[in-house]
Structure formats: structure tokens, C-alpha cells
């Protein structure tokens, strides 16, 4: 076993005693008093979402601007859910008992069940909150476009190629969930929230290393034929993991559909300058590899915008 990939063992190694579902209270319960909240950043920070940093979003009545935050929070916890188990979960099994298991060794698969078990705990609270907020502030509910983005990648994926699509998904997801955690989490939030934020962001550090170190393990022993395919994928799924949920924006802001296309537009617009900024954890996990100095699939990724 590499030095690396020990690395990744060890931090599993006391998962009994510190991840969030063997050592954690469940504490994602709304009170009246968290539900008597009315600062609107308290529901869901601006910087996470592009949207909520439109000039004539911000100058929205405090009422309706609360609304919109609360939408977001429970429109990112929905996303949450599905991305764990239908797309990290799925990744994960593709290791333990798919086709990619020859690639990696028994104390891996066994560490990587270990994250399985995480990810449901991740789905489970998820949810919890996002049903709670829906249903205080009588929201509608939307299937988030970026998860219908990479079931579209998926299914266009070759059946022999599926692990390897699946594995690449939920390599850019691992890398990518601390930092976006990390944004949601740097202000002051609702108490719930904040527990849950503190939960996920505790055991996705280890899983971000985890799965860095899969990637590289991977790279190493794949064909060329497969890097060829994995080169071109990656910049696949990054940009689906950049999009903004335009169906989402349009629902959030209905009764005011002039603003909804100004949000949307500013949102698309934001988008290239956004996707460099989030997908800087992942870009780093690959330049641990030589794939970026084969000048073809550099390209690829230069073409998506990621490389300069
Ligand atoms: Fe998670
Ligand atoms: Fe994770």
C-alpha cells in the first residue's frame, strides 16, 4: 500500500468514535425560536448562490428576501439528499462491489463503506431539515437541475464504462462539498443549520481525501482507453457541478417573472468565473497526477474554461 492511500486508512481510523453518525446528537429539530428567525441570512448565506447577491434581489422587502433564503436552504438540502444517495453512495458501491473493486484493496473497500454509512446519516439529516423549513414557509418544491444534469451524463455513459462515469461524479462531488460546505458555514445561521453544517463538514474533510486518493490510485492502473474517457469526462461533470438551477431561480421568484429572468441572466453570467473558483479543490486532486500534462487531455479542460 502507497504512503497516500495509508493516509486516508488512518483518518478512517477512529470513524467509530468521530463521525457524525457513531458520535453526533441528532440535533436538526426546528424550535419556535429558530422558526422566529426573520434575518434572512440566517436561512441560507448569499455567497453560496449568485442570485442572492443581485443588487434587486437584496433590495427585496425583508418578508419576501427571507422567503427566497429560506428556498434556497431548502432547495440545497433536497440536492444534498439525492447527490448522496444517488450519485456519492452509487460511486461508492462501484468500489466495494463493482467493477472497479480490482483496483483497489480490501482495507479500501472497507474504509469506503464507511463513508456509505456517512453519506445515508448525510442524506438522512438532509432531508429532515429540508422538510421541516418547506413545510413551516409552505414552499414548493423542484428536482434540482444539477442532479438531472449528471443522470443525463450517466445515461449517456457506455454500459462497460458506468463505474468509471459513476466513480468520476463522485470524485468532483467529494473534492468539491467541503468548500461549498465550508462558505455556507462561515457566517451565523439558524441553530439547526449550523448543526448540520458542522456535522457534514466534519466527515467530508476525510472523505475528500479519500476519494482524492482513489482518483490518483485509479489513474495509475487505468488502460489508456479509460484515461482517455476519464480526461474527457471530468470537464463534463465539473460543469454540471457549476450550472445554475435556472428552473429553481424561475419557481423562486414566480410572482415577479421579470426579476426571475434578471436573476437567471446574472446567474448564467457568473457562471465561467464561478466554475474556476469551485472547482479549484478538484483541479488540485488531479494535478496530483500526470493527467494535465498530456497536452490532449489538457485541452479538454482548457476548452471547458478550467485551465488557463
Ligand atoms: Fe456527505
Ligand atoms: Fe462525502
Do not use: M, V
Given at each position: 500500500m502507497n504512503e497516500a492511500t495509508y493516509r486516508s486508512i488512518t483518518l478512517f481510523r477512529n470513524w467509530d468514535s468521530s463521525s457524525a453518525v457513531r458520535s453526533?446528537?441528532?440535533?436538526y429539530q426546528f424550535t419556535h425560536e429558530d422558526f422566529a428567525?426573520?434575518?434572512?441570512?440566517?436561512?441560507?448565506?448569499?455567497?453560496?448562490?449568485s442570485a442572492l447577491t443581485h443588487d434587486s434581489v437584496k433590495s427585496l422587502p425583508k418578508k419576501e428576501l427571507l422567503l427566497v433564503h429560506a428556498h434556497h436552504l431548502v432547495h440545497f438540502m433536497g440536492y444534498t439528499t439525492a447527490l448522496e444517495v444517488v450519485h456519492v453512495n452509487e460511486a461508492v458501491r462501484c468500489i466495494v462491489a463493482?467493477?472497479?473493486?480490482?483496483?483497489?484493496e480490501n482495507e479500501e473497500r472497507h474504509v469506503a463503506l464507511k463513508l456509505y454509512a456517512d453519506e445515508a446519516y448525510h442524506a438522512l439529516f438532509s432531508k429532515d431539515i429540508a422538510d421541516q423549513v418547506a413545510k413551516h414557509f409552505n414552499l414548493m418544491r423542484t428536482k434540482p437541475t444539477r442532479i438531472e444534469g449528471l443522470n443525463f451524463i450517466l445515461e449517456q455513459s457506455p454500459p462497460d464504462l458506468k463505474c468509471l462515469t459513476r466513480f468520476c461524479i463522485g470524485f468532483v462531488s467529494e473534492t468539491l462539498i467541503t468548500r461549498e460546505l465550508l462558505k455556507l458555514s462561515t457566517g451565523a445561521l439558524v441553530g439547526p443549520v449550523t448543526n448540520l453544517l458542522q456535522d457534514h463538514l466534519y466527515d467530508e474533510g476525510r472523505h475528500a481525501v479519500f476519494f482524492s486518493e482513489c482518483f490518483s490510485q485509479l489513474w495509475r492502473q487505468i488502460p489508456k482507453i479509460e484515461r482517455d474517457y476519464v480526461a474527457k469526462m471530468l470537464p463534463k461533470i465539473l460543469t454540471a457541478f457549476s450550472q445554475p438551477d435556472i428552473p429553481f431561480l424561475r419557481m423562486v421568484f414566480k410572482t415577479r417573472p421579470a426579476l426571475g429572468e434578471e436573476v437567471s441572466a446574472f446567474a448564467l453570467a457568473n457562471q465561467a468565473v464561478r466554475m474556476v473558483e469551485i472547482c479549484k479543490p478538484t483541479l488540485r486532486a488531479i494535478e496530483r497526477?500526470?493527467?494535465?500534462?498530456?497536452e490532449s487531455y489538457f485541452v479538454h479542460f482548457q476548452s471547458a474554461g478550467l485551465v488557463a
Open positions: 453526533r446528537p441528532y440535533a428567525q426573520t434575518e434572512p441570512s440566517l436561512w441560507f448565506p448569499a455567497t453560496l448562490s463493482g467493477n472497479l473493486s480490482k483496483y483497489f497526477t500526470d493527467l494535465l500534462d498530456d
